[in-house]
């Protein structure tokens, strides 16, 4: 497609469940990105991939996060026994290229409760 | 440790004139540097992008300035209209790891 899809647009979960996050990125996009947004304007990046390659994943918080880009699915985020800090707005960008702009998604805005 | 920042968090500007929004950043080792958009509810919007082996990039109403030896780049919007009111982050990188954004600059353009 595109544009970047993020699914769902809301999830809300009790402390201690598992949230999933899905992103389509734009067809013949090579890299995808994952950024957490908690403060109202602070972007912390996550994790990148090359295709299903992982990139670069120094933002990743390891014990809990994990995430893939399987060839011919939507890539995923996946948050293990969330906590309320978890609480965010999670948005995924896609480039072309590796000096190519990032595209983004509208982002899936998760509930810890 | 913010690598990117933007020292101002608003901006007012009437209608019709210049918007000049600022980015400063730490690492020498960045060699692209981008602006976006953002409305609420809403993802980012790519508006312009530079690369460092330029000074400037111009795209309609929208230049980027980059000066290196400062570590500076800034935004102009000429002339500002009411629809360019939005939050306004900078992002700056190392050819294909991650970006580094700013904290945003919130834009309000008075009709």
């Known amino acids: 497609g595109e544009e970047v899809a993020q699914t769902p647009k809301h999830l809300v979960r009790g402390e201690g469940q598992k949230a999933k996050l899905y992103c389509a990125p734009i067809?013949?996009?090579?890299?995808v990105f994952w950024y957490q947004q908690v403060l109202k304007n602070e972007f912390k990046f996550l994790i990148s991939?090359?295709?299903?390659?992982?990139?670069?994943e120094t933002g990743m918080p390891k014990e809990r996060f994990s995430a893939k880009c399987l060839p011919n699915s939507p890539c995923s985020l996946e948050i293990q026994a969330t906590k309320l800090e978890d609480s965010a707005v999670y948005f995924c960008?896609?480039?072309?290229?590796?000096?190519?702009?990032?595209?983004f998604g509208n982002g899936t805005r998760l509930t810890v409760t | 440790d913010q690598q990117v920042k933007q020292n101002s968090p608003s901006l007012s500007v009437q209608e019709g004139r210049i918007s000049i929004l600022n980015c400063d950043y730490t690492n020498s080792m960045f060699d692209y540097f981008l602006w976006y958009k953002k409305y609420p509810a809403e993802g980012p919007t790519f508006l312009i992008s530079?690369?460092?082996?330029?000074d400037k990039n111009e795209d309609g109403r929208f230049t980027v300035f980059l000066n290196k030896s400062a570590k500076h780049l800034s935004l102009h919007i000429v002339p500002s209209q009411p629809g360019d009111s939005a939050v306004y982050f900078c992002?700056?990188?190392?050819?294909?790891?991650?970006?580094?954004f700013g904290t945003g600059t919130s834009l309000t353009v008075i009709p």
């Open positions: 991939f090359q295709n299903e390659n992982v990139f670069d």
């Open positions: 992002a700056a990188g190392n050819t294909g790891n991650q970006f580094y």
């Open positions: 960008a896609s480039s072309q290229h590796r000096q190519k702009p990032l595209h």
């Open positions: 067809k013949g996009h090579s890299y």
């Open positions: 530079i690369s460092s082996i330029k």
